[in-house]
């Protein structure tokens, strides 16, 4: 069983759905508890954040190394830079916590460097997350798996030894709650490299719950996702992609948040279980399939023909399948024509 405050994460339940709050908070924590807020009116059952500074995460420097490059939206920015701009001051998370434990969100975030995960715990987090370029990272990964937290991995640019090996490390530490997230680590992420088929086969090849961690725009490639069997759903999300910062062209707002949680919900509700035959709410439109009628008027005795026998709708005569065993035969009876037809009617 995985599990994250009250909410059991995994097959047969209801999807759990993530707000990732990441830099848009555009450096204000009056911003970020709006967030907060709108996140939940949206659907969502826990916010996310990040927790680094430009320090823990990287160097400054102007050499290239450092410099973004690749054909994402931050190309040509310094990597510290861009991170002193996108990350969120750790003295207001304590702050956060509590607006989010008031309004019913679950809280957590993905640590970025063992003292990330001690602050964290100093927090009582209920789980800890590794970002996909985190996953390489195996001491970090033993360090969370050593709280007993359940952990979620996101798997994005991973290769499958490279999933298996975070995998072992976090159960070699003493992880016993362990989560997948399909992801694309590109910025905005175009359907087409999204892949989802790896999602059931992710969850068959490490027996995990797997969830997706999504960076397309709009919201179809989750709720396809869900169809799939992702248990778990985390998406970016921000007031308005017109406040910029770093990750708001990919983000949803809030009236499109609530429709991919309605949507998901709807995918959930038809997902259902393997079943043939008749359900409730079909059980009436049995009796508009179509089954022998006669068409023609016709005397005792007479012959059955595809003239005089048809098979139409309603429901109310022999089925279908007996048509060639009425043929040929004779009329037990006088018969008018939109009579739908039964063996009392046949003479054997």
Known sequence: MFSIGKGIIGSGQSTYIIAELSANHNQSLEHAIAVLHAARGAGADAIKLQTYTPTTITLQSDKAYFRVSGG???DGALLYELYEQAHMPWAWQAALQKVAREIG???????????????????????????????VDIPLIETMARTGKPLILSTGMATFEEIQEAVNAARGAGATQIALLKCTS??????????????????????LPVGLSDHTLG???????????????????TLRRADGGPDSA????????????????????????????????????????????????????????NENVR??????GLSPKHLPQVLGKRAARDLERGT????EDVLS
């Open 250 to 305: 990919f983000s949803l707002e809030p009236h499109e948040f609530k429709q991919m949680v309605a949507a998901i919900r709807v995918a959930e509700q038809a997902l259902g279980q393997v079943h043939y035959g008749v359900t409730k709410q079909d059980a009436s439109g049995r009796a508009y399939r179509r089954s022998l009628f006669v068409v023609k008027n016709i005397v005792v005795g007479e012959i059955f023909t």
């Open 105 to 135: 969100l679950d809280f957590f975030s993905s640590a970025f460097d063992p003292t990330a995960v001690d602050f964290l715990e100093t927090l009582n987090v209920p789980a800890h997350k590794i970002a996909s370029p985190e996953l």
């Open 340 to 343: 739908p037809l039964v063996w």
């Open 186 to 207: 590109a910025y905005p992420s175009p359907p087409e490299a999204m892949n989802l088929r790896t999602i059931p086969h992710l969850a068959e090849q490490f027996d």
């Open 72 to 74: 994402s939206l931050w």
């Open 219 to 237: 919201f179809a490639v989750p709720v396809a996702a869900v169809t799939l069997g992702a248990c778990m759903i985390e998406k970016h999300f």
């Open 311 to 316: 098979s139409i709708r309603p429901a109310n």
